[in-house]
């Protein structure tokens, strides 16, 4: 079976400080994908990014970036220089890759609060 | 830039009434889903939708729950008779490559 623990269910910061938001992932499928879901107060769940299990390159994309580590089955997010516009519930997430349907599993999630 | 959508954004019924949340997936999209939200908690499952049936489902989507692509466009999940504990967030989802989520509705079941 397939899960993704989210540990830590609030992370307040100050603005400008940098933040990481820890996911680990368990599955037996040797192949799978890796997601991460932003939630802002408005409700909706926004993509940020999927990677997938044979490319364990970190990503970055402006302030954002991910460290996925498969020896400890992690794919951490951090965030550079936090602003109060990344206040919101952030969602780690992991599906199949053998399938089509790839039903997404998530994690508990993490709400992140910047204060200016 | 193409997005799900969904309809309504807020529903409020009486408890053992039906109710249908409407979404229109990405055009292109093949594969469609639906997941729900218990206020505070994590985003769940319930059911994808592929060729025309369901091709996977949640111990959640039980006989009280439906889906259906009536036509080309609209993604449908239908509560036959809704309950107390089925107040959440639904969210739709629609997939070429990576799933893309609507905006929601929130349905609160009194």
């Given amino acids: ?116 | 830039e193409p997005e799900v959508t969904q309809t309504p954004s807020h529903q409020v019924t009486q408890m053992g009434q039906e109710v249908i949340l409407r979404c229109v997936p990405i055009s292109n999209h093949l594969y469609f889903y639906w997941y729900r939200q218990i206020l505070g908690q994590k985003v769940e499952f319930l059911v994808s939708f592929y060729n025309n049936e369901i091709s996977e489902k949640s111990e959640i989507f039980d006989d009280q729950f439906s889906v259906e692509r009536p036509d080309g466009s609209n993604f449908t999940l239908k509560i036959r008779s809704t309950k107390l504990e089925d107040s959440a967030m639904y969210f739709c989802a629609s997939k070429a490559e990576t799933q893309y989520f609507g905006p929601g509705t929130r349905l609160l079941v009194l």
Avoid at chain 1, 8 to 26: A, F, H, N, P, W
Avoid at chain 1, 47 to 65: A, K, P, T, V, W
């Fill in chain 1, 1 to 116: 079976a397939q899960k993704v623990t989210q540990a830590q269910t609030e992370i307040s910061v100050v603005e400008k400080e940098d933040v990481t938001l820890d996911c680990v992932y368990e599955t037996r499928d040797t192949t799978y994908y890796l997601f991460w879901y932003k939630q802002p107060p408005s409700g909706e769940l926004v993509f940020l990014i999927r990677r997938n299990s044979f490319d364990e390159q970190n990503e970055i994309s402006g302030r954002y970036s991910w460290n996925f580590q498969k020896s400890t089955s992690s794919f951490n997010f951090t965030i550079t220089a936090s602003q109060v516009v990344d206040s919101a519930v952030y969602f780690c997430a992991l599906s199949d890759l053998n399938t089509g349907f790839q039903k997404l599993v998530f994690g508990t999630g993490t709400r992140l609060l910047v204060s200016p």
